[in-house]
């Protein structure tokens, strides 16, 4: 999703790449927490997505969520 859809360099997919180094702003992360709802279930608010501050922490977060 962070590739295709929000157009993240696949060479900046770093386990501890921060969302912001991954090129992620505000209105990205909101686009974030959508899709993770539509696609996978999982509710997370933009607040939760930065304090999980990087790839690893949200992949960990979206695991530990996922209801689908």
């Given at each position: 999703m962070l590739v295709r859809e929000l157009r993240v360099d696949p060479g900046a997919m770093d386990?501890?790449?921060?969302l912001e180094a991954l090129g992620l702003?505000?209105?990205?992360?909101?686009?974030l927490s959508?899709?993770?709802s539509e696609h996978l279930g999982v509710r997370?608010?933009?607040d939760q997505i930065?304090?999980?501050?990087t790839l690893a922490?949200?992949?960990r977060?979206?695991?530990?969520?996922?209801t689908r």
């Amino acid at each position: 999703m962070l590739v295709r859809e929000l157009r993240v360099d696949p060479g900046a997919m770093d386990p501890g790449a921060t969302l912001e180094a991954l090129g992620l702003d505000s209105l990205s992360v909101v686009e974030l927490s959508v899709m993770l709802s539509e696609h996978l279930g999982v509710r997370v608010t933009e607040d939760q997505i930065h304090d999980v501050r990087t790839l690893a922490g949200l992949s960990r977060f979206v695991l530990s969520h996922r209801t689908r």
